[in-house]
Every structure is written in structure tokens, then in C-alpha cells.
């Protein structure tokens, strides 16, 4: 099944909540929220939500493609998953 277009959001926005920022309200984590820059992620939690996007989405996220360019923002990540599930 095709997640819908916000689909991809929003299991990101409920993974990150659940494993990153536990109690935080919802409405505090904006998709374009900055997750490494703004100190959400380290580099270890980073290589977590890699493993989760893959897992999630059947994708494969190449080492290059894991930095803060792609791994930044909400946006950022639901962008490379549509660009790679629609190869």
C-alpha cells in the first residue's frame, strides 16, 4: 500500500515523539521542525530513524544520503522517501 501523501508525516512525527521526545506535546514537533541542527538528534539517534525509515517505508538509505541535508527536518526525510519509492 502507498502511504497517502501526509501518511509519511505523520509515522515519522508519532516515531519521533515516541522514541525521542517522550511527553512532548504534538503540536511542538512542526515538520519542519529542526531535529539535528536544533539538537533533537545525535548522530546515534539519527542512524535509528535511518533503520526506522527503511523498515517503515522499503527503502534503502544510502550512507551519503543520511546527513543533515536529508535527516534534518520531517520535510526533509518524507522527501527522500517519495524520491526513492518512486524510482
Known sequence: MTPTPDAIEYELRRY???EFLPGESPANLRDDTP???GGILDSVATLKVVSFV?????????????????????????ALVRRKRGR
Open 16 to 18: 519521533l515523539l515516541a
Open 35 to 37: 531535529l539535528r541542527t
Open 54 to 78: 527503511e523498515q517503515s517505508f522499503g527503502i534503502e538509505v544510502e550512507a551519503h544520503e543520511a546527513g543533515v541535508e536529508h535527516f534534518d527536518r520531517i520535510v526533509d526525510i518524507a
